[in-house]
């Protein structure tokens, strides 16, 4: 059954890094606009509620993954979950922001009326199965880029077999005991690097089993520069710095792989040897990736985590393919066996564009495939609709910030001018094609097939570069030859609530 409609100015959709962001940029620049905070889950939080597996943390530096407004003041750069949960609702109650959320609503769909010039938004209460609609002027996507529900979860032969525990890591049990256990974590990415070391901490032994090897390297769970500044500045004059610091650096650092890839990967490789020590492992075979430094994401090993782990006994890498699972372990190609109580299968994400969302345009469904994406936020052919998507080479929330301050300075533009409507229009124009997301991991390609184009061209560009994306979003201007405004419709609107309305929806 259908209720009765509501109206905002603005919809943001999920409440994660990303539409905390963009709340605060709204209130900041716009304060007379409405908004409200759709989040299908019943926290806020994002990723950092979602998953629950040991030892889940950043893996980028939290200078450059918090937010550009409020300082990170906790002594570790690389933060564990319950840390980066407390700072988000520690923000979100600084700015007044809880009010504007609304939990367990679920974005289906997304229709776009001329007529009206609105977005009339389909959403499912969560608790009651009840369909709903919601009218918004603007529309902003901040629910990430992979799908909560499902797991990229590969079946393997004999699965029915094996006599104990299969654990996926976003779905992991609150009371999994894997004390004194026998562990195989399937996987060789940012999760696996991740589990492995905490999970040994008491587990009889864990074994992480990878096809084939990913780049990992160390780094101190603190930075040394970061809490010297803080105690000889000002707050936020000395996090303003590090920020900065360590967005240059990590631009260098990725320019340089792409530059002389040989080199990096030499480095890298040498710097494994020593943090495993005295060892006799393998590291060609175990270590040495395939692919140039890049080509996929590095993964992280704060404080030596990993290669402690393996150097003390506790933890193992092998290098194989599974041939079958058994009543006991697994079985590999190689004739070697890994006994085992309890698999976990780190096996990635199932990548998924706007949530799934269902879009029409006046009717039209939108096949965003078909789209070019505009300045990495909006899509040719689409109005007032907008998504927040991360950086793959850096921290997520340096381009967040960058896109949500940028809305709401494009909506406080279009109220000046009278404009109700602005889209991307890129008919006409013979824009060279590239792909939307240039790396190579297995979850990026299986999913490229949802996600619009991008060109070479400004402003059809994705950018991967802070310092041009600061140029551009934060500096230069919002009109330009392919974005078409418009003004309000001569059919009146539907009656938009006023902030204390739409607060009370």
Known sequence: MQQNAQHTDVLIVGAGISGIGSAYHLQKRCPLKSY???EGRDNLG???DLFRYPGIRSDSDMYTFGFNFKPWTNPKA???????????????????IERHIRFGRHVQAADWDSSEGVWRVTWQDKATGTISETTCNFLHMCSGYYNYDKAHRPSFPGEADF?????????????????????????????AVTLVPNMAEQAEHVTMLQRSPSYVASRPAEDGIANSLRRALPTKLAYAAVRWKNVLMGMYFYNLCKRSPEKVKAHLIEEVRKGLGDTDIDVDKHFTPSYNPWDQRLCLVPDNDLFDA?????????TDTIKTFTA?????ESGESLEADIIVTATGLELQFMSGLAVTVDGEAVNFRDSTTYKGMMFSGVPNLAITMGYTNASWTLKSDLICAYIARLLKHMDKNGYSRCMPI???????????????????????????????????RLYQNYVLDYLGLKLGGVEDAAMQFSKRPSKPASAAARPDMANAA
């Open 46 to 48: 994002g990723t950092w």
């Open 426 to 460: 890129s008919a006409g124009q013979e824009l060279p094609e590239e792909p939307y997301l240039d790396l190579t991991s297995g979850y990026v390609q299986r999913a490229m097939e949802q996600f619009p184009k991008q060109s070479s061209v400004r402003p059809w």
């Open 78 to 96: 690389i933060a564990d979950a319950p840390s980066i949960l407390a700072y988000l609702k520690e923000t979100v109650e600084e700015n007044d």
């Open 163 to 191: 006599a104990g525990e299969i654990v996926h890591p976003q779905f992991w049990p609150e009371d999994l005991d894997y004390s004194d256990k026998k562990v195989v974590v399937i996987g060789s990415g940012a999760t």
């Open 36 to 38: 409200m905070i759709f």
């Open 328 to 332: 006991n372990g697994i079985e590999l």
């Open 310 to 318: 393996i150097s003390a006994g506790r933890a193992a890498v092998v």
